[in-house]
């Protein structure tokens, strides 16, 4: 079974610092998103990329979050200066065509720590 | 409330019992699908029914969606263990068709006791 990869598992980091948070879709896959969790909440959409630009941002994506694919196989969340606020976990996850089928397929995350 | 309520929050039942969770919502749909989440995990996709079907079946699992009511359930049949977990139902809201956002609900906490 395909998976999504997310490196790393998990990352602590000081406030003010940027993080990158990397990801591996599924390699057929033409849509990319990223998810937060924070602990003990709901599952919050941040952003959906597709052929090569964001086609939708949630007002948690502000200017401090970009996302990046760098190439045809990775796909990055980078979080410029981070706060306190930004602890959770963060899932990227892919899909074929969304709203289809298979739904979507999540990788196991990256909690980050800001301190 | 917010898009995507499951109730209940919390569920415990013996193994081989049924276990229902419902999920209500707000705004109309494109689809909606249930996720599973095993305890510190990934999201797990379960199944995805669209807003023009009414029920769907996978295995041991039946989705009913009822658009009228803003509402779906998610019966899990002879449950197992190892379906301790937390389930969250998601919506893709009526145009985000080409952008795939989803809004989760909070999930309800299974615990299958053996």
């Known amino acids: 079974e395909p998976e999504v990869t997310q490196t790393p598992s998990h990352q602590v980091t000081q406030m003010g610092q940027e993080v990158i948070l990397r990801c591996v879709p599924i390699?057929?896959?033409?849509?990319f998103y990223w998810y937060r969790q924070i602990l003990g909440q709901k599952v919050e959409f941040l952003v959906s990329f597709y052929n090569n630009e964001i086609s939708e941002k949630s007002e948690i994506f502000d200017d401090q979050f970009s996302v990046e694919r760098p190439d045809g196989s990775n796909f990055t969340l980078k979080i410029r200066s981070t706060k306190l606020e930004d602890s959770a976990m963060y899932f990227c996850a892919s899909s074929e065509f969304p709203g289809q089928g298979r739904g979507y397929t999540f990788g196991s995350g990256t909690r980050l720590t800001v301190v | 409330s917010q898009q995507g309520e499951e109730d209940p929050q919390a569920l415990s039942i013996q193994e081989g019992e049924n276990a229902t969770m419902n999920c209500s919502y707000k705004?109309?749909?494109?689809?909606l699908q249930w996720y599973r989440q095993n305890s510190g995990r990934g999201l797990v996709h379960l199944i995805l029914?669209?807003?023009?079907?009414r029920e769907k079946h996978s295995g041991r699992l039946r989705v009913t969606l009822d658009t009228s009511k803003k509402s779906s359930s998610l019966l899990i049949t002879a449950s197992r263990a190892a379906d301790t977990a937390s389930y969250f139902c998601?919506?893709?809201?009526?145009?985000?068709?080409?952008?795939?956002?989803?809004?989760f609900g909070q999930g309800t906490t299974l615990q299958v006791k053996p």
């Open positions: 998601a919506t893709g809201p009526y145009g985000s068709g080409n952008t795939g956002k989803l809004i």
């Open positions: 705004t109309s749909i494109n689809n």
């Open positions: 390699s057929n896959h033409l849509y």
């Open positions: 029914i669209r807003s023009n079907e």
